[in-house]
Nanobody, 130 residues
Framework: QFQVVESGGGLVQPGGSLRLSCAAS????????IGWFRQVPGKEREGVSS????????KYADSVKGRFTISRDNAKNTVFLQMNSLKPEDTAVYYC???????????????????????WGQGTQVTVSS
């Protein structure tokens, strides 16, 4: 079964940092652009950041620009999301997924459109609170 496994979440004070990891299970991560999404109860899942298959292109939601950095280490089959200057409004369950649609289309991928993604993980909880 193809899926990703997220880790690195936790409880952090405002202004703190966390680094989330997204590891592939059952497939090779470097074939795909990877996206990070987040969801709070009662709201739709929203795109946070993405990185293209080659790593040459990254995207960020306006709410996290300048604070979050996405990167990938294909040798480790892992994508990272470094989150700095965390705010209470960053509290959510964070999910990563593979841009399978772009792979099928032969594109670098990375558009933060949920419908293009598959192989979702179970998510990791990030709580920013004092």
């Amino acid at each position: 079964q193809f899926q990703v496994v997220e880790s690195g979440g936790g409880l952090v004070q405002p202004g703190g940092s966390l680094r989330l990891s997204c590891a592939a299970s059952g497939f090779t991560l470097d074939y795909y652009a990877i996206g990070w999404f987040r969801q709070v109860p009662g709201k739709e899942r929203e795109g946070v950041s993405s990185i293209s298959r080659s790593g040459g292109s990254t995207k960020y939601a306006d709410s996290v620009k300048g604070r979050f950095t996405i990167s990938r280490d294909n040798a480790k089959n892992t994508v990272f999301l470094q989150m700095n200057s965390l705010k209470p409004e960053d509290t959510a369950v964070y999910y990563c997924a593979a841009d399978v649609q772009s792979f099928l289309e032969g594109l670098e991928g990375g558009a933060l459109v949920m419908g293009r993604y598959a192989y979702w993980g179970q998510g990791t909880q990030v709580t920013v609170s004092s």
